[in-house]
């Protein structure tokens, strides 16, 4: 059974930067598509960004391009979310999540973790 367990999270100011960091244990890390999703108060879940099993593509939403980087480390079973120039909109819970198959969509992810808070003020 695959185990998902974020960290990283925490308060920063606006412009700031965090790095969220996601362990994966219980299948081999390599074979499955790694997401971040997002859910703020009072909204739905979102997509954030995924990266393949290999880290050779990856997607992100328009929101976080060009201020979110997703990378991967198959030798230590972690992907990593590092996030610049936050903004008080980022402010949600982040998690992490697996997938067999390349998709942004949030039912295409079977595996999920429980998600670390990051708050960003202005």
């Known amino acids: 059974q695959v185990q998902l367990v974020e960290s990283g999270g925490g308060l920063v100011q606006a412009g700031g930067s965090l790095r969220l960091s996601c362990a994966f244990s219980?299948?081999?890390?390599?074979?499955?598509?790694m997401g971040w999703f997002r859910q703020a108060p009072g909204k739905e879940r979102e997509f954030v960004a995924a990266?393949?099993?290999?880290?050779?593509?990856?997607s992100y939403a328009d929101s976080v391009k060009g201020r979110f980087t997703i990378s991967r480390d198959n030798a230590k079973n972690t992907v990593l979310l590092q996030m610049n120039s936050l903004k008080p909109e980022d402010t949600a819970v982040y998690f992490c999540?697996?997938?067999?198959?390349?998709?942004?969509?949030?039912?295409?992810?079977?595996?999920w973790g429980q998600g670390t808070q990051v708050t960003v003020s202005s």
């Open positions: 990266i393949s099993g290999r880290g050779r593509s990856t």
């Open positions: 999540a697996a997938s067999s198959l390349w998709s942004v969509r949030e039912n295409a992810y079977a595996y």
């Open positions: 219980g299948r081999t890390f390599s074979s499955y598509i």
